[in-house]
């Protein structure tokens, strides 16, 4: 799928939570909207305007805007582009694209929580990684 099309990329953040702090812990939804920043908006800046496509279950705050709010400021102010973020949450039984994200965390949490490698190696050589509060 990757290489027949250039326009589609993985990525994948993995955070050591032990290393994590504690008031950073108490939110962990902040947490969640700083890494889909680290991963998403470099990418996001580079387009008049983008669809963002969560799964609803990701969206824990009251607001249920705060991950788009954010984004949407961090492209207008800190990237300094025009970029209109459009936001469509969608429940993952009905999103092949979730469901597929959904996979990819899967091999991403077993590869570090389990060591399970066969899987992950599979999909390694087209997958981007960073990682959060490692030693």
């Given at each position: 799928?990757c290489?027949a ?6 990525h994948?953040i993995v955070?050591h939570?032990p290393?994590?702090?504690q008031?950073i ?9 700083f890494?889909?920043?680290l991963c998403l908006l ?7 305007s ?9 969206i824990k705050v009251e ?6 709010d ?6 207008w ?5 025009k970029?209109?973020?459009?936001t469509?949450?969608v429940e993952s ?11 990819l965390?899967g091999?991403?949490q077993s590869r ?5 490698i ?5 999909i390694?050589p087209?997958?981007?990684?960073s990682r959060l509060?490692?030693p």
């Amino acid at each position: 799928m990757c290489d027949a099309n250039n326009d589609i990329h993985l990525h994948a953040i993995v955070v050591h939570k032990p290393n994590v702090e504690q008031h950073i812990q108490a939110d962990s939804n902040k947490l969640y909207n700083f890494m889909i920043r680290l991963c998403l908006l470099d990418r996001m800046s580079s387009y008049d305007s983008v669809t963002l496509v969560p799964d609803n279950r990701s969206i824990k705050v009251e607001s249920g805007r705060s991950l788009h709010d954010y984004l949407q400021i961090e492209l207008w102010f800190t990237k300094k582009v025009k970029t209109v973020l459009s936001t469509n949450p969608v429940e993952s039984h009905n999103s092949l694209g979730v469901q597929f994200a959904d996979m990819l965390a899967g091999m991403v949490q077993s590869r570090f929580e389990d060591g399970a490698i066969p899987d992950f190696l599979t999909i390694a050589p087209k997958l981007s990684i960073s990682r959060l509060f490692f030693p």
